[in-house]
């Protein structure tokens, strides 16, 4: 185990998320730390969460949501880009994400509930229509291009995103995009150090985190094992502990738990234990080397 702090020095950071809760679950501690040191960050969404949505208008209460969490931790919303794809389910055989990176075809329309083109808010668009005047369509290359016009826009020093070893199939799809794209980025001459971390664990849902009283350090989920990328050991993990500000037990005052409050949509009941159980005394990563350039 490593500890680590975010100081004035630390280098610009990215959040690249999949759905809208994911950024504070994984990264509300290190956005609220960077956001007092003075340290640039961008908070990247990939999908507008808009699963089982018909119209777009959960998607974009999802969006918004976002915008009201961050700002608990004093992220200013122009910090934040909406990638503006779709969400059609967790397991890989229904997950947007996942689908996309298995597709042989980079030209397929990949149709979601809702729509095929990508889409932000009324006065906040997504990043493919700031760019480019025109919405996105849902293919894989059109995905794979946004994500990385945005990573070479910004070009942050530190990539914070979710794990292949996730088993949310947008989680460990988004991971092998983003490692892929690196790889492109690094002919480039951009070679950002990337954090990855959990949201779903192989121990599930209801096992992991752990529920329990007080406000204590992250245990390690029963079934991570080694992975598909070599070695993903819990003995290996880096620590990043949250300010006092997240540690107190009054969750009505802890401040990831009022940025967590924000997502209404994503707190459904059989949901609300288990996002609350990230409310906890640190925030847990791995760095992953990155490929050689392709």
């Given at each position: 185990m490593?500890i680590?702090q975010i100081?004035?020095?630390y280098?610009?950071?990215?959040?690249?998320?999949p759905h809208?809760d994911?950024?504070?679950?994984?990264?509300a501690g290190?956005?609220e730390?960077?956001v007092r040191?003075?340290v640039?960050?961008?908070v990247v969404m990939?999908t507008?969460g808009?699963?089982g949505?018909e119209?777009g208008?959960a998607?974009r209460?999802?969006?918004?949501e976002?915008?009201e969490?961050?700002?608990?931790?004093?992220v200013?919303?122009?910090s934040?880009v909406?990638?503006?794809y779709a969400d059609?389910?967790m397991p890989?055989?229904?997950?947007?994400?996942?689908g996309?990176y298995e597709?042989?075809?980079?030209?397929?329309?990949?149709?979601?509930?809702c729509g095929?083109?990508t889409?932000?808010?009324p006065?906040?668009?997504?990043?493919?229509?700031?760019?480019?005047g025109?919405?996105?369509?849902?293919t894989?290359?059109g995905?794979?291009?946004d994500?990385?016009?945005?990573?070479?826009k910004?070009?942050p020093a530190?990539?914070f995103t979710?794990?292949?070893?996730?088993?949310?199939?947008?989680?460990?799809?988004?991971?092998?995009?983003?490692?892929?794209i690196?790889a492109?980025?690094g002919?480039?001459?951009?070679?950002?150090?990337?954090?990855?971390?959990i949201?779903?664990?192989k121990?599930?849902?209801?096992?992991w985190?752990k529920?329990?009283s007080?406000i204590a350090a992250l245990e390690?989920?029963?079934?991570?094992?080694?992975g598909v990328?070599?070695?993903l050991?819990?003995?290996?993990?880096?620590v990043?502990?949250?300010?006092?500000?997240?540690?107190?037990q009054?969750?009505?005052r802890?401040?990831k738990a009022?940025?967590?409050?924000?997502?209404?949509?994503a707190l459904k009941p059989d949901?609300?234990?288990f996002?609350?159980a990230?409310?906890?005394a640190d925030?847990v990563f791995?760095?992953i080397?990155?490929r050689?350039p392709?």
């Amino acid at each position: 185990m490593e500890i680590r702090q975010i100081t004035e020095d630390y280098g610009s950071i990215m959040v690249l998320v999949p759905h809208q809760d994911d950024e504070i679950l994984l990264c509300a501690g290190i956005m609220e730390q960077a956001v007092r040191c003075g340290v640039e960050l961008t908070v990247v969404m990939a999908t507008n969460g808009d699963y089982g949505s018909e119209d777009g208008l959960a998607g974009r209460a999802r969006l918004q949501e976002m915008l009201e969490g961050l700002k608990v931790l004093g992220v200013p919303e122009d910090s934040a880009v909406f990638l503006g794809y779709a969400d059609t389910g967790m397991p890989k055989e229904d997950s947007f994400l996942y689908g996309l990176y298995e597709e042989k075809d980079g030209k397929k329309v990949h149709p979601s509930h809702c729509g095929m083109r990508t889409y932000g808010l009324p006065r906040k668009a997504e990043f493919h229509k700031q760019e480019y005047g025109e919405h996105g369509w849902y293919t894989r290359d059109g995905f794979m291009s946004d994500l990385k016009d945005v990573l070479l826009k910004y070009r942050p020093a530190h990539i914070f995103t979710t794990s292949v070893e996730d088993t949310h199939g947008d989680h460990s799809g988004l991971f092998l995009f983003v490692q892929d794209i690196l790889a492109e980025c690094g002919k480039e001459g951009y070679c950002p150090r990337l954090y990855s971390g959990i949201v779903h664990s192989k121990a599930g849902d209801e096992k992991w985190p752990k529920r329990e009283s007080g406000i204590a350090a992250l245990e390690s989920p029963d079934q991570i094992e080694e992975g598909v990328l070599g070695s993903l050991l819990w003995e290996e993990r880096i620590v990043f502990p949250v300010s006092d500000s997240m540690r107190t037990q009054d969750l009505k005052r802890n401040r990831k738990a009022v940025a967590l409050s924000k997502h209404v949509t994503a707190l459904k009941p059989d949901a609300v234990d288990f996002l609350y159980a990230f409310v906890k005394a640190d925030e847990v990563f791995w760095e992953i080397p990155l490929r050689a350039p392709l």
